[in-house]
Structures are given as structure tokens and as C-alpha cells.
């Protein structure tokens, strides 16, 4: 976890104007008539942020998840809106993650490294007109540092070493060519071993010890390079390429009533925690993951004297291969080995101008998307899974368990094709010199195709399966897709399903003073329905269907005293309408919706110059979320949220002398569905919690060095970042397997920058 977020305007007390382009257009941070945050590369640094996830603690209503059991395909949610599976291809984000404006589609991949980063804009609400499809919970734009034409050779290289064995390398440089062409590389190498121990046992005796593991090790090595040229005055090209590629063997994740099976003549007779330390654990599997991606995109502009024209054609690349224990236990229970390779392409149109003396300004587009991709997942399920009692299975696999009898021994081999087109305008007039209205819409046009054979020699096919004499899951139903056979041609589902939808926003602004300005908006926004790979029977293998939000939030953003003072707020209510779940029907995984919800929530972001040296920052949240069915509870969605942030800069003779002291809050927070659970089971929420974090450095500037320490989580507080239901207690209000969160951090760090005479 790091400390907060602070940003680049520490050198006089009033406070620089912050820019955005939330909007699809430079703009101040105050003008825009929505809730934003935004971060700038400076701040990032200063604050010790190593990845994306770092700025949840001071974001409001913001929050990072990992995965259980890996570590590269983050859970994202904004006001409480989250991808609770980030491992299914057919399933969509809530929040957008964007890096140079190119939508990345999958979880896995998109916990970018924070270096050499212009900035990055957090846009809370639905942002379906501009940004488009799986934005309902808003979107994430993080935009590199871009080649200067016409610019200096300069650039930076920075070391850092810490505790757990961290070491970072990374640097940056912009390379002029001409005075209209200039490139810019920059490269990260990150690494660190682990924080925790995990026990490995035999696979077929959970006494038998074989050996173990640091889960939290972590490497992941970043390239980015940009090519800019300034064609004509009227015309600009853009080149972009990125690629990132990270190993880990997952953060420290176990059943949090009990890690440890021990049995008694071979039969399991209970479960019990390994140990009091809280990244320590027992199981049966070494958990790995290997996130390779790699990114280009080619960016033009043009100029008219009446309206400017920009085109985005980019193709991202996905190879993820992860292999878990979501059991989180010693026994052999529960076993995943899943490889996916996925590739996107887009291509965006934006034209856009002003009439009127500039009181109309106004914006079209077209957007085309394409994403193709492949899943192959083995998995395997034993007699110790708490589902093993379900109804028609044969008595070997009833309990007491022994971890050998194989309730599943699946393999599964799925091709998705997904496409999606759709066209855009927004037009904001300012109605008068103070007042603006915007009104905007975009129309979508989606389809979601599948196909996908699955064999299954566990007994529970064997038995509840279709066809007793050959292990294929599915029916011999050709009317929905399905056909029985012996082979990938002959077993298999196929389905292809068509979506169409609507999304819009409507938004007026009154500035009230020069430095004030209250608003009012609703928008809608939505995210893609899909299908159901996981699933096995007519019940589980239906598509299910997209998430509608319908956002009201209403605004004030207001400076005082000469500027020092800087002062924004939001509320807003959402209505949420068929929320997209993953759950277990039987013996399949799959997504269903559950019904809807209404979110209610407050945001406050303050900013002080208190002196010329001293910047304070604070910001609030409270959300509340209640689902129509009582009997479920909306995860990822703390009730308050706050952090507070002392920023120091003292100029000197000889340099400056910067730190930043932090202070970030959460409620207790839920970590899954279930309300009961959630008031009556500690396994499986996170209770409140605070970080405490620090940063200082000193800046030698006629050397061009700089020298820091950073410190994360400095209390050593005892955290989960996810958890998922146990598999191996019957009661829901038994266990869960939690993944945990990161100890302490700490290290030093010295970058050295440089500069063209």
C-alpha cells in the first residue's frame, strides 16, 4: 500500500490550475461538471508509487483488489462497481483502464507501472458517451510522458533498494532528431522476493511435507517508446509502443478458519492454521503467473480552420498464464492451470470544433473494437470440496473426504470473438456567460460469439453428466448449441448472442463566482452481457445479461482565499440494474445476474497551501450500497474512506528538501456477496483499517541528483485484500480464502537527472 497522492504545485501558496482531458479536450480540472481526480507524474514519485494500484488510498470511492491467489489481474471498483472475476474472458471490466487513450480489455496486464507518467485522471460515474461500454463504474487514463520535437537530450535514471529484497532500475530519455521529430524510451525493471512462507505438501498426503516457497516475489520489466512528429503546423503523428512482462508466485492466500488438513488413516478430519504469522500458510500447490503484454498504436491529428480531426488505430496483445490453489488449503482440493492468449484492435474517429464565438463547442466519433481470444483451463476438484455433497453424486465422493477421489478432472478449450461498434456526439453550449449545458449519446452494437469443447473424466461428470460413456459435459442439444461427442469437433457449445444498447448523459453547470462553480448530471452507462464458458447445463450455460447504471450526481468545485484553497464535492445516486455475479450452481462456475441495487455516495477532495512550504490534502468518502435482496451486500464498497497528506518543500540554497507524511483510512470492508456472511462470518470482510505512510528527499539540483527513503504501511498492518468463499466448510459462515495485502515497506531510492546544454 502507499501514501497518498500529492500534486505538482508546492513552490508557491496559491495553487496551480490543474488540467484534464476528461472530455476528450484540454481542460481545467474546475471546469469539468463531473467528479475527477488527477494525479501528475511528480506526485508520483514523490509519493513512492510503484503500480496503478497505488492511488486507491487517497482516491475516493476508489478501490484495488487483487485477484485471489495472483497477483497481475487486479479487481478494480469504483462506487462500488467491480469485475468480481478478472479471470473469465467473456466477462468485462466496470472501470475502463486506458493507457494513451487505448482501452485495455483485460484485467490481466493492467496494473501499469507508475514511471515516467505525465499524469493519471481518475473519472468517477458512467462514462458510456465518451469512453463508451464497461465504463459504468468510470474509467482510469494513465498517459506517459510523450516525446518533445523541437526539445533538449535529457532525461533521468533512477536506482531503489528496499526491504523483501526490492530493487528498481528505470529511466527515460527524449531523444530530438529534428526540430519537428523526436522520440522518447523509457524502460523499468522491478523486482522483489517474497514476504510470506508458504509449506508445500504432497499432493496425496497433506502430512507428507515436500518443500516451500516466498509467496509476494514479484518481477516485471516495462518498455515504453514514443515517436512524435509535427508534420505542418495543422498536422501532428503520433507512434506508441509499450510492452510489460510480469512473474510472480502470487500474494500469500489460505482458508483463513484453517490452512492446514490433518488427517487420520488417510481420511481429513479436520482443518487447522499453520501459523500465527500472517503471510504464512500450508498448501498443496506452488501458485505462478506470467503476464506478458504488448502494445502499438499509431495516433493522427489534423487542424481545419472550422473543427480538428484525430484517428487512434492500436492492437494489444495478451499472453497470461497463471496456476493456483483456490482452496486454500493443504488438502487436494481444488486445482487451476489455465493459459490465455487474447488479442485486441481498435480504430476510434473523433472530429470536433466550436461555432458561435465558441459558445457551441461540440464533438463526434465512431469507435470499432475487436477482441479475439483463447482460453485453455485444466482443473481439478477432490472429495474435500465442501460441494462435493451435492445431490445424485456416488457415495465415494461423499465425506469424510480423502483428497484422492476426483470430483472434477476437466479440460476445458474456449474461443471467443467479441466486436463492438458504435457511434458518438456530445455538444456543450454555454447558454451564458456563466451557465452550460451539455447533452450527449452514443449508440452500441455488440456481439459476443463462443466456442468451446470441455471433456470431464471426474466422477461427478460421470455421474450427472449427460453421457455416462464419454466424458463430454455437454448435452446433445443442436438446437442450443450443444453436441455430445468423443472429440474437440464432436463435444462442444457454441453460442453467438447480439446486444444492442443506448447510453447518454446530460449535464448543466452554473459558475457562480469566478472561482465557483455548482452542477447537476445524469448519465447512463453499461456494461457488456456475455457467456457463460464455465457453465455445463442448460441453467448455467444461458448468457447473462449486460449491467445498466443510471447515475444522478450533483456538484460543487470551488476555490478561495486568493486560490490557496481548493474545495470539491460530489453526491450521487445510482440505480444498478442487473448486476453481473460470479457463483457456483452444483458443480459449474458461472456468471449470473443477481438483481439490482441502489448506491448512495458523498465525495470530498480538499487541498490547502497553508504556507508557502506546507500543502495539506485530505479527502472523504461514504458510500452506501444496498442490493432489493436483502440477503446480499455490495463488495468492495467500504462505507467510509478517507486519507489526509502533509506535503512539505523547502527551497535552498544549494537545492530543495521535500516530505510527504500520510495517513489513509477504510471501513470495514466486504470482500464478497453475501450479507449474512458479511455481519456474521470475519472471514470474509477486512475490518477497518489505516496506513500510515512517508516519503522524504533531498534534491542536490546543480548536481541533478536526488536522494530519498520511502516507507509504506509503516505500522505493519495485518491485511486482506480479497476473499472468496471457502471451499471445504459446508457453512457459509465458516472460512473463506482471503488473499493477504503487503507488509512494510521501505528503502531508499537516488535518481539522477539530466540535462542538454
Known amino acids: 500500500m502507499s501514501s497518498a497522492l500529492l500534486p505538482d504545485h508546492l513552490y508557491a501558496a496559491a495553487l496551480e490550475e490543474v488540467v484534464v482531458t476528461a472530455r476528450r479536450t484540454a481542460e481545467s480540472l474546475q471546469d469539468v461538471p463531473a467528479?475527477?481526480?488527477?494525479?501528475?507524474?511528480?506526485?508520483?514519485?514523490?509519493?513512492?508509487?510503484?503500480?496503478?494500484?497505488?492511488?486507491?488510498?487517497?482516491?475516493?470511492?476508489?478501490?484495488f483488489a487483487p485477484s485471489p491467489g495472483v497477483g497481475v489481474n487486479p479487481q478494480v471498483a469504483i462506487r462500488g462497481q467491480v469485475q468480481n472475476d478478472a479471470t473469465v474472458l467473456t466477462v468485462d471490466p466496470a472501470v475502463g483502464v486506458y493507457l494513451d487513450d487505448v482501452f485495455l480489455g483485460r484485467s490481466p496486464g493492467?496494473?501499469?507501472?507508475?514511471?515516467?507518467?505525465?499524469?493519471?485522471?481518475?473519472?468517477?460515474?458512467?462514462?458510456?458517451?465518451?469512453?463508451?461500454?464497461?465504463?459504468?463504474?468510470?474509467?482510469?487514463?494513465?498517459?506517459?510522458?510523450?516525446?518533445?520535437?523541437?526539445?533538449?537530450?535529457?532525461?533521468?535514471?533512477?536506482?531503489?533498494?528496499?526491504?523483501?529484497g526490492q530493487q528498481h532500475i528505470e529511466?527515460?530519455?527524449?531523444?530530438?532528431?529534428?526540430?519537428?521529430?523526436?522520440?522518447?524510451?523509457?524502460?523499468?525493471?522491478r523486482e522483489m522476493d517474497g514476504y510470506g512462507t508458504a509449506t508445500v505438501v504432497s499432493a496425496n498426503n497433506p502430512e507428507a511435507i515436500i518443500g516451500e516457497f516466498d509467496p509476494g516475489a514479484k518481477a516485471t520489466d516495462t518498455l515504453r517508446l514514443n515517436l512524435m512528429w509535427d508534420v505542418t503546423n495543422s498536422a501532428v503523428l503520433e507512434f506508441g509502443y509499450d510492452s510489460s512482462d510480469t512473474e510472480t508466485n502470487g500474494a500469500p492466500s489460505y482458508d483463513r478458519a484453517g490452512d492446514r488438513a490433518r488427517t487420520t488413516a488417510g481420511v481429513i478430519t479436520s482443518y487447522e492454521r499453520s501459523s500465527d504469522d500472517h503471510y504464512s500458510y500450508f498448501t498443496d500447490v506452488e501458485t505462478k503467473a506470467n503476464a506478458l503484454t504488448e502494445g502499438v498504436y499509431l495516433k493522427g491529428s489534423y487542424n481545419f480552420s472550422w473543427a480538428e480531426l484525430k484517428a487512434v488505430v492500436a492492437q494489444r496483445d495478451l499472453d497470461y498464464a497463471f496456476t493456483i490453489d483456490p482452496d486454500g488449503t493443504s488438502a487436494r482440493g481444488v486445482y487451476t492451470d489455465t493459459q490465455q492468449n487474447v488479442k485486441q484492435t481498435s480504430f476510434e474517429l473523433q472530429l470536433s470544433g466550436a461555432v458561435w464565438d465558441d459558445r457551441i463547442q461540440w464533438i463526434v466519433g465512431y469507435f470499432d473494437f475487436e477482441e479475439d481470444?483463447?482460453?485453455?483451463?485444466?482443473?481439478?476438484?477432490?472429495?474435500?470440496?465442501?460441494?462435493?455433497?451435492v445431490t445424485g453424486l456416488p457415495t465415494v465422493i461423499l465425506f469424510p473426504a480423502t483428497g484422492t477421489a476426483p470430483l472434477l478432472n476437466a479440460t476445458g478449450d474456449a474461443s471467443i470473438l467479441n466486436t463492438s461498434d458504435s457511434a458518438f456526439a456530445q455538444v456543450t453550449w454555454d447558454a451564458l456567460d456563466n451557465v452550460s449545458f451539455t447533452v450527449g449519446g452514443r449508440a452500441i452494437n455488440e456481439n459476443k460469439a463462443l466456442d468451446i469443447t470441455q471433456f470431464d473424466s471426474g466422477l461427478a461428470n460421470l455421474a450427472l453428466g449427460p453421457n455416462p460413456t464419454n466424458n463430454c459435459v455437454y448435452a446433445d442439444d443442436p438446437a442450443n448449441g450443444q453436441s455430445n461427442g468423443t472429440d474437440a469437433s464432436s463435444c462442444y457449445f457454441r453460442q453467438d448472442t447480439d446486444y444492442k444498447y443506448n447510453t447518454w448523459t446530460f449535464s448543466g453547470s452554473w459558475n457562480v463566482t469566478d472561482d465557483m462553480m455548482v452542477y447537476a448530471k445524469k448519465s447512463?452507462?453499461?456494461?457488456?452481457?456475455?457467456?457463460?464458458?464455465?457453465?455445463?447445463?442448460a441453467e448455467t450455460l444461458v448468457p447473462f445479461n449486460p449491467e445498466f447504471v443510471t447515475d444522478t450526481e450533483i456538484g460543487f468545485k470551488g476555490e478561495f482565499f486568493d486560490s490557496r484553497v481548493r474545495l470539491n464535492l460530489a453526491g450521487y445516486h445510482t440505480d444498478y440494474k442487473d448486476i453481473q455475479f460470479s457463483d457456483i450452481v452444483g458443480i459449474s462456475t458461472f456468471i449470473q445476474n443477481l438483481g439490482d441495487a441502489t448506491i448512495q455516495g458523498t465525495e470530498a477532495e480538499l487541498t490547502v497551501a497553508a504556507t508557502d512550504t506546507l500543502t495539506v490534502i485530505a479527502t472523504g468518502t461514504l458510500i452506501n450500497f444496498e442490493y432489493d435482496d436483502e440477503t446480499l451486500q455490495g463488495p468492495f464498497a467500504p462505507h467510509k474512506k478517507a486519507s489526509i497528506a502533509l506535503n512539505y518543500k523547502q527551497p535552498l540554497s544549494w537545492g530543495e528538501f521535500g516530505s510527504n507524511l500520510s495517513y489513509a483510512y477504510s471501513d470495514k470492508v466486504p470482500l464478497d456477496n453475501d450479507a449474512n456472511a458479511y455481519e456474521n462470518n470475519p472471514s470474509v470482510s477486512q475490518e477497518a483499517y489505516g496506513l500510515l505512510g512517508f516519503t522524504a528527499y533531498i534534491n542536490f539540483e546543480s548536481t541533478g541528483l536526488r536522494l530519498g527513503v520511502f516507507g509504506n504501511?509503516?505500522?505493519d498492518e495485518e491485511t486482506f485484500g480479497n476473499v472468496i468463499p471457502s471451499f471445504v466448510f459446508t457453512d457459509p459462515l465458516v472460512g473463506g480464502v482471503g488473499t493477504t495485502g503487503t507488509p512494510r515497506m521501505y528503502g531508499v531510492d537516488l535518481t539522477y537527472r539530466f540535462f542538454s546544454l
Not at 373 to 389: E, H, I, K, M, P
Open 35 to 63: 467528479a475527477v481526480t488527477n494525479f501528475g507524474g511528480e506526485a508520483l514519485q514523490d509519493s513512492g508509487i510503484s503500480d496503478l494500484s497505488g492511488i486507491a488510498n487517497i482516491t475516493p470511492s476508489l478501490v
Open 110 to 164: 493492467s496494473l501499469l507501472d507508475m514511471f515516467d507518467i505525465a499524469r493519471v485522471e481518475v473519472l468517477k460515474g458512467p462514462q458510456g458517451t465518451l469512453y463508451g461500454r464497461n465504463t459504468t463504474g468510470g474509467a482510469l487514463k494513465v498517459i506517459p510522458n510523450k516525446a518533445q520535437p523541437g526539445g533538449g537530450w535529457d532525461g533521468f535514471v533512477r536506482v531503489m533498494t528496499g526491504n523483501y
Open 171 to 189: 529511466g527515460a530519455t527524449n531523444i530530438p532528431i529534428t526540430d519537428t521529430f523526436a522520440g522518447r524510451i523509457a524502460l523499468s525493471q
Open 373 to 389: 481470444g483463447r482460453d485453455q483451463t485444466y482443473t481439478f476438484a477432490s472429495d474435500v470440496v465442501a460441494g462435493a455433497a
Open 524 to 537: 447512463r452507462g453499461v456494461r457488456s452481457g456475455g457467456q457463460n464458458f464455465r457453465g455445463r447445463t
Open 713 to 715: 504501511n509503516l505500522t
